[in-house]
């Protein structure tokens, strides 16, 4: 069984930065793809940013790219998402997502686990 546990959410004002951290616990970490996913009031879960199974290829939704920065650290079984000069519209709780595939992959419905979710208050 792959548990999932986010950190490190929290309130920022635009223009601040916030890092994301996600424990997963289970065997083969190396082997799953992971994803951060966020859902504001009112919207549909969207897509943000995944990494493959050894962290050599990511891709990110265009809404954060040049902001926001997947990374995993596979010895600590922990994959983290650095966002940079946060918007009032980043608001959302972020979730993040495993899946049992090598390869990175951005559509939801893929995804085999998933975390509690974490909260991410951006003022303006």
């Known amino acids: 069984q792959v548990q999932l546990v986010e950190s490190g959410g929290g309130l920022v004002q635009a223009g601040g930065s916030l890092r994301l951290s996600c424990a997963v616990s289970?065997?083969?970490?190396?082997?799953?793809?992971l994803g951060w996913f966020r859902q504001a009031p009112g919207k549909e879960r969207e897509f943000v940013a995944t990494?493959?199974?050894?962290?050599?290829?990511?891709y990110s939704a265009d809404s954060v790219k040049g902001r926001f920065t997947i990374s995993r650290d596979n010895a600590k079984n922990t994959v983290y998402l650095q966002m940079d000069s946060l918007k009032p519209e980043d608001t959302a709780v972020y979730y993040c997502a495993a899946a049992r595939t090598y390869h990175v992959i951005a559509y939801a419905g893929a995804y085999d686990y998933w975390g509690q979710g974490t909260q991410v208050t951006v003022s303006s």
């Open positions: 990494i493959s199974g050894s962290g050599a290829n990511t």
């Open positions: 289970g065997r083969a970490f190396s082997s799953y793809a």
